[in-house]
């Protein structure tokens, strides 16, 4: 199994920052991508930034310019850097990693959330 723990949510006024921190552990072979959605009351889950292997890198259109994601690959550890943050970015943010376990086989999972609310 893989565990992913996250860290860096919180509540935040319009204009701030936020750091988000996900970590993965367990019996990893290798990743494929990581990566942050996010979630708000009513709306489908939808991506907000990933990074694969080689450095591609997606972003929503909604964060361009504001966020960026980076990824720490010694310690199996995603970053988001959030910025200029708006009231809209509210929302629990999920990180999703996927990659293979040192059996072969192949994993997607994702951490347990954690709380952004921007206040206006």
């Known amino acids: 199994q893989v565990q992913l723990v996250e860290s860096g949510g919180g509540l935040v006024q319009a204009g701030g920052s936020l750091r988000l921190s996900c970590a993965a552990s367990?019996?990893?072979?290798?990743?494929?991508?990581m990566g942050w959605y996010r979630q708000s009351p009513g709306k489908a889950r939808e991506l907000v930034a990933r990074?694969?292997?080689?450095?591609?890198?997606n972003y929503a259109d909604s964060v361009k310019g504001r966020f960026s994601i980076s990824r720490d690959s010694a310690k199996n550890t995603v970053y988001l850097q959030m910025n200029t943050l708006k009231p809209e970015d509210t929302a629990v943010y999920y990180c999703?990693?996927?990659?293979?376990?040192?059996?072969?086989?192949?994993?997607?999972?994702w951490g347990q959330g954690t709380q952004v609310t921007v206040s206006s």
């Open positions: 999703n990693v996927n990659g293979f376990y040192e059996m072969g086989r192949p994993f997607g999972s």
């Open positions: 367990g019996s990893i072979f290798s990743i494929n991508a």
């Open positions: 990074i694969a292997n080689g450095g591609s890198l």
